[in-house]
């Protein structure tokens, strides 16, 4: 949606010093909008800031009708990992309701929530998987167990005293500014221990690079309130949102050129096929376009056939009340995305600690593993990094659909993988280095 037919709205992005807040408040500045900072530490000076604790309405609403917020984005939770349950739910939880709460007591009109894919996990297979996957009913840790609270409650809070509400899941997110995960990569670099695996490598994960996050959440705020109602939609718009053909996403991969019955290359053949000529011409035509339209085949078990569809809880045109998976949409082999970031900093660094033959751990073995190492740092009152949330979570294929986030939301990744990888680890080697300069 362009910014001359966008509603002006007043933003404020609670958690905008954080990671995703900090490139959502960046790419805000960068089309010329109205944005605010809510945070308790101000780490930037671009924008107005306001201090304060999420945990306690009075603060959160002061900054709301202090900065005549219209639309939040509520970025905020600790980091993944933490063995403090009660932090996950004083910030999650109590969090989250204090800025409903707030919210519809000053008026805004529109709240973002950045939830995690992580909140279906259940510690096995995620092939392909759309929203309509339930949570567990035993969360596999306190982050995600608050996640999931969180989540419900945003969505609760749709539509009450005027508040338009929309959760996003992204999946593995990593850029420019990630301290957790990219330094996790780093450590295992740097201890020479790029050799060990965990699991065959046959499984399919997904990441997100933290900008195509940031562009699902401005898409996000900007349809809130942009669809009809449920009982405006006429069949004829499902029809249509549901055979739209979506491409391929090929950023990394770039154009692959499918041979069709009216452009592609002849192969030996004895005699000619009738428009043989015309035929390979238009395969070399980089601009040609088949006038048959692609046809997009359903079963009854897709959300957007027409079963899916009759059968929703509220209108797939509509973006209020309803999750969405956001990911690069681009799946990949967990140790290949852990090699191609340890491949740079050999390549940065000039060195070959990369360089060894893969030792490969079974599952089993991890799990068992993993289990004496949580355990031993309960004994010793330490946070162990080897843990059985991880093991079983770099050996599951864990990948989502984001049809419904393509169709609906109208996203797409604007930063291929390969990419935001690049990108990543320059940042994360620039800061490092700079870092260890002034030490």
């Known amino acids: ?33 109205t944005v605010s900072v809510f945070d308790i530490v101000q780490k930037y000076h671009d924008t107005p800031f306001y201090t304060g604790d999420i945990t306690e309405e009075d603060q959160v609403a002061d900054a709301l009708q202090k900065s005549g917020a219209t639309c939040i984005f509520h970025t905020v939770s600790p980091p993944h990992g933490m063995q403090d349950p009660a932090l996950y739910w004083k910030v999650n939880v109590d969090g989250t309701r ?5 919210a519809q007591s000053t008026g805004v009109r529109k709240l973002v929530f950045t939830s995690s894919a992580g909140v279906v996990f259940n510690g096995g297979d995620l092939i392909n998987v759309d929203e309509r996957s339930p949570a567990p009913e035993n969360a596999m840790d306190a982050y995600n167990e608050s996640k999931v609270k969180a989540e419900e409650m945003v969505l609760a809070a749709n539509g009450v005293k005027g508040l338009l509400t929309v959760s996003l899941r992204p999946a593995g997110i990593f850029g420019p500014g990630d301290r957790q995960g ?15 695996q965990i699991g065959d490598n046959t499984n399919l994960f997904d990441w997100t690079y933290v900008g195509n996050v940031a562009h699902a959440h401005l898409l996000a705020a900007d349809k809130l309130d ?7 939609v006429s069949p004829e718009e499902l029809a249509q949102l549901a055979s739209k053909h979506l491409p391929p996403i090929t950023l990394t991969t770039g154009t692959i050129h499918v041979p069709t019955s009216e452009a592609r290359p002849l192969g030996p053949y004895v005699t000619p096929p009738a428009g043989a000529e015309e035929i390979e011409a238009k395969w070399r035509d980089p601009n040609f376009e088949a006038t048959t339209p692609r046809v997009v085949r359903r079963s009854r078990f897709d ?32 140790w290949d995305f852990a090699r191609s970031i340890w491949y740079r900093f050999d390549k940065h660094y000039g060195t070959q600690n990369f360089m060894k033959r893969p030792i490969v751990v079974p599952p089993t073995v991890g799990l068992c593993l993993a289990r004496a190492a949580e355990w031993w740092g309960w004994l010793v009152g330490k946070q162990p990094a080897f843990t059985l949330y991880r093991v079983r979570l770099v050996c599951r294929h864990k990948w989502h659909s984001i049809e419904k986030a393509r169709r609906v939301l109208g996203y797409e990744p604007i930063v291929a993988l390969d990419e935001g990888i690049q990108r990543t680890v320059d940042s994360f080697v620039q800061w490092r280095d700079a870092t260890e300069g002034k030490k």
Do not use: C, K
């Open 1 to 33: 949606m362009s910014s001359s037919t966008r509603t002006p709205e007043n933003y404020i992005v609670i958690g905008g010093s954080g990671f995703v807040g900090r490139h959502i408040v960046e790419q805000l500045l960068a089309r010329g909008d």
């Open 98 to 102: 204090a800025i409903i709460s707030a």
């Open 182 to 196: 990219i330094t996790g990569f780093f450590d295992a670099w740097q201890r020479g221990q790029t050799h060990w």
């Open 226 to 232: 942009q669809v009809p109602p449920a009982d405006q």
């Open 303 to 334: 959300q957007f056939s027409e079963n899916g569809l009759s059968g929703a809880a509220t209108s797939p045109l509509q973006v209020a009340g309803q999750v969405f998976f956001i990911t690069n949409g681009e799946p990949i082999y967990f």
